[in-house]
């Protein structure tokens, strides 16, 4: 642990003096100009900057800290802290589902909550999944989706990365109720932010960003290999998925579709204009325009 304290400290000290060569990168990468944009991406100019600046951020400081905890942390310890903080996130997803009319979904997600929170020893053992049960990711932006609410232009944000117009509103709804005394409950963070002793809920907060950015390292090493543009994979990747969640099918339907694996990273492909589903969205890793229309230009 010790290792790993100082490892986190030397990257602190690492940001802190690239900090302004961070910013100067940021900016000149704001420059760049994208002459035909996506359909779906009305603001790649701005965002392919945004995306240069999250993944020098990244190079810096979040993906040496997430190596480091690999390093140090042995891997059952790593399983049980990332399943602790999928029990919390299933918590907010049976939320959802309840708002979104899932009655299915709603007892099923609660059912896994108290299922690993009883015989998983707090979430440490996913014995949910063990016994052939199934994740349903849900959040709130899923959920406006399912209101009628349109996903709106692909947006990267700061530090956060991709999102669109309802799923970044969607998120600063949760974020407030997150702060708000009155709405605590109705957060993902809910659990987390009912810690009374700010240095241990602080350090919680810390370990859940740790935990993610670990659990995204082979998946990374994946995108390098295959994709060309990583930007306009992981865009790709994300406007599908964010569909894909919002349009599964409810139970009782008439199409009689089964419920797909959101656990898998393969999607379904709605990019069939024959499909009714269509809405533009090219497969994943494939441009909607010629590839030199996608090469920024500097100014």
């Known amino acids: 642990m010790n290792r790993f304290n100082a490892s986190t400290h030397s990257v602190g000290k690492r940001l802190s003096r690239l900090a302004p060569m961070l910013a100067v990168a ?15 991406d009305p603001w790649e100019s701005y965002n392919r900057g945004m995306y240069a600046f999250n993944t020098k951020v990244d190079d810096v400081f979040l993906k040496p800290v997430a190596k480091g905890y690999n390093t140090v942390t042995p891997k059952p310890v790593r399983t049980c802290i990332h399943n602790m903080f999928n029990n919390l996130e299933d918590v907010w997803s049976a939320f959802n589902s309840f708002l979104q009319g899932r009655g299915i979904d709603f007892f099923n997600t609660l059912g896994r909550v108290l299922f690993n929170t009883t015989m998983g020893l707090g979430g440490c053992i996913d014995v949910d999944s063990m016994n052939g049960g199934k994740r ?14 349109k996903a709106g232009p692909y947006v990267v944000l700061p530090l956060l990365g991709s999102s669109t117009a309802r799923d970044s509103a969607a998120w600063g709804t ?23 002793n700010i240095p241990v809920r602080n350090s919680v907060i810390g370990l859940g960003i740790i935990d993610a950015r670990a659990n995204l390292l082979d998946t990374e090493k994946l995108v390098d290999q295959v994709a060309l543009d990583k930007y306009s994979f992981i865009r790709d990747a994300y406007l599908q998925r964010r569909k894909a969640l919002v349009q599964r099918p409810r139970e009782g339907s008439e199409s009689g579709a089964a419920l797909p694996d959101y656990s898998d990273p393969t999607l379904p492909d709605y990019s069939d204009p024959g499909d009714p589903g269509y809405d533009g969205v090219q497969p994943v890793g494939q441009a909607t325009t010629p590839p030199a229309a996608n090469v920024p230009a500097k100014h």
């Open 136 to 149: 349903v990711v849900n959040d709130f932006g899923v959920t406006l989706g399912v209101w009628g609410v």
């Open 26 to 40: 940021a900016i000149a990468a704001g420059c760049a100009h994208v002459q035909h944009p996506n359909p779906n």
């Open 174 to 196: 949760t974020l407030a109720a997150t702060f708000s005394d009155k709405a605590s409950f109705f957060s993902e963070a809910a659990p987390i932010m009912a810690i009374d």
